[in-house]
């Protein structure tokens, strides 16, 4: 098994900027491909970024790309995600998860974290 623990989410103002962070606990975790979701009310929980095992992969949301990006730590079992020019549409829970295959669906990972809260306000 592994445990994802998300953190850094909170209240931001349009045009600033986040860095969330995924630790990783209970497996090897540079074997492990790795992605955020996010899920607004209401909404379906959709695809935001992923990165490969190796971190030389990476791949974005078209509403994301150009403003996010995802890196990964193997030393430290960490992912990030770097949020900057927050729209108030980026506003949802943002979930880290883990998997041997780095997708961009839901049901091709295996581990998901606890989800952190990220709100932009206009």
């Known amino acids: 098994q592994v445990e994802l623990v998300e953190s850094g989410g909170g209240l931001v103002q349009a045009g600033g900027s986040l860095r969330l962070s995924c630790a990783a606990s209970g497996r090897t975790f540079s074997t492990l491909g790795m992605a955020w979701f996010r899920q607004a009310p209401g909404k379906e929980r959709e695809f935001v970024a992923r990165?490969?095992?190796?971190?030389?992969?990476?791949a974005y949301a078209d509403s994301v790309k150009g403003r996010f990006t995802i890196s990964r730590d193997n030393a430290k079992n960490t992912v990030y995600l770097q949020m900057n020019s927050l729209k108030p549409d980026d506003t949802a829970a943002y979930y880290c998860?883990?998997?041997?295959?780095?997708?961009?669906?839901?049901?091709?990972?295996?581990?998901w974290g606890q989800g952190t809260q990220v709100t932009v306000s206009s």
């Open positions: 998860a883990a998997g041997v295959v780095s997708g961009v669906r839901t049901g091709e990972y295996e581990y």
């Open positions: 990165i490969s095992w190796s971190g030389s992969t990476t």
